[in-house]
């Protein structure tokens, strides 16, 4: 019998369940896989309403489901070494994410930088914490978690970008390592930052367009290529944020509770890590939006067929 796309999706989300330590009961299970299905496959907002209406459960099972434990860690880290391999070069990439949300009660809401919008809104934020795999150019992300205040990552920016200032004044090129790379010439140097109070390596990369950017690493036996890469690479985690948020509904939870907020988020990510093993094994020439619209035209056509019988 031939496997559709959804059969596929279903089989590694078992997979990854398996690989829980936890004892999880056979009705978790069963709700928890429908769960994921549905992350993938409903076409507009994913929320409880939408739930029980596309599927064969009711919305309250949902809401209950949303308020257990679950090891999301072992389940991401599961679907990484399926998606990464045995790659060595490796980063992590931290990073916050803007989440929209009105309302007075839901936990931690305030006012947040919205990078969309360029400016400050009231909503909620979200820390994610992303593996980055260099040679592949991707990101994972295992468990996200929410945070009430952007003061700390304001300060650090500032202290960076006055060290990459000073870094870059007094830059002697002449005694740098020179690198060709593709796009333009880099200068790679080890100096001593008094904003870090430490030795560190920095390199300067001219781009044929003109101007300048400054890398640097803590590393001092990081190679001036690999300090490069890891930054572009770093970007990726980018990239999670803007597929969970267009396909897996990371905005669209209407819940005011901590633990189905947490759940909710969780669980978008964690679609979006199951699409990309998915994509990587068996259909390695589309993306993660013609993967979604595919899944959701099968799941669609099955349950029309489902209620014409």
């Known amino acids: 019998?031939?496997?559709?796309?959804?059969?596929?999706?279903?089989?590694?989300?078992?997979?990854?369940?398996?690989?829980?330590?936890?004892?999880?009961?056979?009705?978790?299970?069963?709700?928890?896989?429908?769960?994921?299905?549905?992350?993938?496959?409903?076409?507009?907002?994913?929320?409880?309403?939408?739930?029980?209406?596309?599927?064969?459960?009711?919305?309250?099972?949902?809401?209950?489901?949303?308020?257990?434990?679950?090891?999301?860690?072992?389940?991401?880290?599961?679907?990484?070494?399926?998606?990464?391999?045995?790659?060595?070069?490796?980063?992590?990439?931290?990073?916050?994410?803007?989440?929209?949300?009105s309302g007075k009660k839901t936990p931690y809401i305030g006012k947040f930088w919205s990078g969309c919008a360029s400016q400050v809104k009231r909503g909620l934020e979200i820390l994610g914490i992303g593996i980055v795999d260099i040679d592949s150019r991707d990101c994972m992300m295992p468990p996200c978690g929410m945070h009430m205040t952007v003061s700390a990552q304001a300060s650090g920016d500032g202290r960076v970008s006055k060290a990459r200032r000073l870094i870059f004044e007094k830059l002697d090129l002449q005694r740098c390592e020179i690198l060709d790379i593709e796009g333009g010439r880099a200068y790679s140097v080890k100096t001593y930052s008094k904003a870090m109070k430490r030795n560190i390596k920095v390199v300067v990369h001219y781009p044929e367009s003109g101007g300048h950017k400054i890398y640097f690493s803590t590393d001092l036996d990081m190679s001036a290529?690999?300090?490069?890469?890891?930054?572009?690479?770093?970007?990726?985690?980018?990239?999670?944020?803007?597929?969970?948020?267009?396909?897996?509904?990371?905005?669209?939870?209407?819940?005011?509770?901590?633990?189905?907020?947490?759940?909710?988020?969780?669980?978008?990510?964690?679609?979006?890590n199951t699409a990309k093993v998915m994509r990587q094994r068996y259909y390695p020439s589309i993306s993660i939006g013609l993967l979604k619209a595919y899944l959701s035209n099968i799941y669609m056509r099955k349950r029309m067929s489902y209620f014409s019988e």
Not at 59 to 73: H, I, S
Not at 236 to 248: A, L
């Open 1 to 101: 019998m031939n496997r559709t796309a959804l059969d596929q999706y279903e089989g590694l989300v078992t997979d990854a369940l398996k690989s829980c330590s936890a004892k999880l009961r056979k009705s978790f299970k069963t709700a928890f896989i429908q769960l994921m299905i549905l992350y993938m496959a409903l076409p507009r907002k994913i929320n409880f309403t939408q739930m029980g209406r596309y599927s064969d459960s009711s919305e309250q099972r949902f809401r209950q489901l949303f308020e257990r434990e679950f090891d999301w860690m072992q389940f991401n880290l599961f679907l990484m070494r399926q998606r990464f391999g045995e790659s060595v070069r490796k980063a992590i990439a931290i990073d916050a994410s803007y989440i929209s949300k």
């Open 225 to 272: 290529r690999d300090i490069i890469e890891y930054y572009r690479t770093r970007f990726q985690i980018e990239f999670c944020f803007r597929d969970s948020k267009q396909f897996t509904g990371l905005n669209d939870c209407q819940a005011r509770d901590l633990r189905k907020l947490d759940f909710a988020f969780n669980a978008s990510l964690a679609s979006v």
